[in-house]
């Protein structure tokens, strides 16, 4: 048994397909009550622990984690200190997201062994964030988040889960029966261990979340300094998860971000996602240029690419290749696409058969598609990159003219800053102007204060077109939509302005101004529940502004 364990490697990049977290009273060695129980399969294999064993580590490998389950209890019905029962034990213990209870399994035998101690290390650095979650319940969820300023987030992830829950099970035609684990992580470091990203891929990447190790797991919003559109991508990590149950994790990533990629916006809208300006804008270089990242680079994984540039690129090939299959067949096509692959069929094979068409007709259908769809080259758009907030720092600004590049424009910005400190708004307004002249489309933020210069000169059509620009460019920019909801408050169109501030939350929802202005907003129009709990979320944001300042004084302090 030891000679098996030995050589028996761990599979830690397996999955993602969450399930429900307990916490038990019962024996660490007791399997959850509800496991599937694939007891013809067992019986074959009756008194082989190794071979059960194999069997167990194989049904993990294509997220069956109920059926893994059921393995591990008839090992120890054979074997109750059985290494193999314990070590396989331990890992379904970590696919239910139940931490200690996969520690305690692994402090036993299995840490008598390499791959036991190696698995031991990286459930304890997981858990020392794990250890302070909290819980929400939903209907189809279990949402962990740490107390303090992410609880803002929680009401608002059930709305975009239950509804991705609803709105993509019926395009994918699965629907989980066991509670989906969402964890939020309030650190970069911690996000970075419980993925097993490397910072470095976060950031070159943009990763943000990760569907993996049967559940989702996303990066509060809090940590980059303008947020991101963080209902959208749970629900894009949601899609992972169906896919990944759906055909037993054997999809291929290009086909599984292409899918996940049109379908992470149906929590909150009747259309897939559309192309952005910026990857419109990448696909049409790419095709002037003849340089593609092919599906095989992608392997395993599109946050592993080399820049934000190839990254953006790649989404943008799947999403459109994946666009182009449902435009062929429609989702029953795509369905029977899915259902072949969960067979055991290759994507090659199944797409051929779906479509009716050998895999490299598909292929070159796909490119001969791009071509249909009014691709544009647009100089100066530009991958805006991720911006981490740096540990501990108090009034870290969301808009600094030191993020601009071209020279000109940033001595233009930073002098129109001035002024508009100085109260002299037409003055700033002519630099903005010369500004946006020498960034073109390059600047969200030159745009912007363009934008809100146009607004205090009273120019209310000119900061529209600017704005428009601004969303239609750069659409993940959060100060777009607050500059937005200041026109529409100023105009007195006080659906639109609520409209656009809850826009803004959507993708930062730790920016006071932001619940401050919609707790104003739905005062005015009698809705005293929603402006309650706008305030009830001010409040724990200050707090959290409040807590960082103090700190920042106090390691000042100490520095001197």
């Not at 209870?101 to 190696?118: H, V």
């Not at 909290?134 to 889960?161: K, N, Q, S």
């Not at 077109?465 to 026109?487: F, H, K, R």
């Amino acid at each position: 048994m030891q000679l098996l364990l030995t050589i028996l490697t761990i599979c830690l990049a397996l999955g993602s397909n969450p399930t429900v977290y307990c916490q038990s009273n019962a024996s660490p060695l007791d399997v959850a009550a509800d496991s599937t129980n694939p007891a013809e399969t067992i019986q074959a294999h009756h008194g082989d622990i190794g071979t059960l064993f194999i069997l167990g580590e194989d049904h993990i490998s294509h997220c069956e984690i109920n059926e893994a389950d059921a393995v591990a209890k008839k090992i120890f019905s054979l074997q109750p200190d059985s290494p193999e029962g314990l070590y396989l034990a331990a890992k379904v213990r970590f696919y239910q997201g139940r931490y200690k209870e996969a520690i305690k399994l692994l402090k036993g035998p299995p840490q008598n062994f390499l791959d036991g101690r190696r698995f031991l290390a990286l459930v304890m650095e997981i858990n020392e964030t794990a250890q302070n979650f909290v819980e929400r319940p939903t209907e189809h969820f279990v949402i962990r988040y740490v107390p303090g300023t992410d609880e803002v987030l929680p009401e608002d992830a059930e709305l975009a889960l239950e509804h991705a829950y609803s709105e993509i099970g019926k395009d994918l035609g699965y629907f989980p029966t066991e509670k989906v684990v969402v964890e939020v992580y309030p650190s970069v470091d911690g996000f970075s261990a419980a993925s097993t990203l490397t910072r470095e891929e976060i950031e070159t990447s943009g990763t943000v979340a990760i569907c993996h190790f049967n559940r989702l797991m996303i990066m509060s919003p809090r940590l980059l300094l303008r947020g991101y559109p963080w209902m959208d991508t749970l629900a894009h990590e949601y899609v992972h998860y169906v896919i990944t149950k759906k055909t037993r994790d054997l999809t291929p990533i290009w086909f599984h971000e292409g899918l996940a990629k049109c379908e992470e916006s149906r929590w909150n809208s009747p259309q897939r996602r559309e192309l952005t300006p910026i990857q419109s804008h990448l696909l049409a270089q790419a095709i002037e240029e003849n340089y593609f990242i092919t599906f095989e680079q992608m392997h395993p994984s599109i946050a592993k690419l080399k820049s934000a540039e190839d990254a953006a690129l790649a989404f943008a090939e799947v999403q459109t290749a994946t666009k182009y299959i449902i435009e062929k067949g429609g989702y029953p096509v795509l369905n029977e696409i899915l259902d072949a692959i969960g067979t055991g069929r290759s994507v090659e094979e199944a797409v051929e058969a779906g479509l009716g068409m050998p895999f490299e007709g598909f292929e070159r259908g796909w490119k001969s598609y791009l071509g249909t769809i009014s691709l544009k080259k647009i100089p100066g758009l530009k991958v805006m990159p991720l911006k981490i907030r740096k540990s501990g720092t108090a009034g870290e600004k969301e808009e600094s003219p030191t993020e601009i590049e071209a020279a000109d424009a940033r001595k233009f910005t930073m002098l129109g800053d001035l002024l508009e400190e100085g109260n002299r708004p037409d003055a700033a307004l002519f630099e903005y102007e010369k500004a946006r002249q020498c960034a073109g489309l390059g600047s969200p933020q030159i745009l912007n204060k363009l934008a809100m210069a146009y607004i205090q000169n009273h120019r209310d059509d000119d900061a529209r077109s600017v704005i428009n620009d601004a969303i239609s460019y750069y659409p993940n920019y959060v100060t777009t939509y607050i500059t937005e909801g200041e026109l529409y408050k100023k105009k007195g169109d006080i659906g639109r302005a609520i409209e656009s501030f809850v826009s803004a939350s959507r993708i930062n929802p730790f920016n006071p101004a932001v619940h401050q202005r919609l707790a104003q907003l739905y005062t005015e129009v009698g809705d005293k529940d929603a402006a309650k709990k706008s305030l009830e979320k001010l409040a724990v944001v200050l707090r959290d502004h409040s807590n960082k300042e103090e700190n920042y004084k106090t390691e000042n302090k100490m520095s001197e």
